[in-house]
């Protein structure tokens, strides 16, 4: 009798997940790599593949950082690479971003507690050169060889002009 009672519930949260998932017609790929000492150390460069099926259509693509407010510096560098699947470089550059207000007030979407999410633009109205799979490496390229309070980084990747 117990297990009639649960299975609507059951049914139910995962077609609210699902339905969740299908409301963000826009993203292509959103993928986040963890760092589990809550710390970005140097030697660490997270890459991400995706595909693109579509070459005629823009993208775009940004970073995603998750941070506490262990982190000690107001701004965070990162370098992105953008390569195809026969590890042509694309796109590279190195990008920084506020994390901290001049008083010292954190910026982005506020988690649980002490942690942020942020998402930053890293490439926007970019055309692919032909559908197929293609990479993002992400480095920091701070001064510090760790990057304490850093809790993880992602890449999206969203179809542009569709609704989100």
Not at 89 to 116: C, M, R, W
Not at 131 to 139: N, Q
Request: charged content about 25%.
């Amino acid at each position: 009798m117990p297990l009639r009672r649960s299975f609507p519930v059951f049914v139910l949260a995962i077609s609210l997940v699902v339905v969740l998932n299908s409301c963000d017609s826009s993203r292509v790929f959103e993928d986040n790599h963890e760092f589990p000492n809550r710390q970005w150390l140097v030697s660490e460069e997270p890459a991400f593949e995706f595909v693109v099926t579509d070459s005629a259509r823009t993208y775009n693509l940004y970073y995603n950082l998750r941070n506490s407010l262990n982190y000690e510096w107001d701004r965070i560098y990162v370098t992105y690479v953008l390569t195809d699947s026969a590890g042509q470089e694309l796109a590279k550059k190195l990008v920084y971003n506020e994390l901290f207000d001049p008083t010292g007030q954190p910026h982005g979407e506020s988690g649980i507690g002490d942690i942020y999410d942020h998402r930053f633009p890293i490439l926007t109205h970019y055309q692919f050169p032909r559908s197929g799979k293609y990479a993002i490496r992400l480095k920091q390229y701070s001064r510090q060889d760790t990057l304490r309070g850093v809790l993880a980084v992602g890449v999206r990747v969203e179809l542009e002009g569709l609704p989100k």
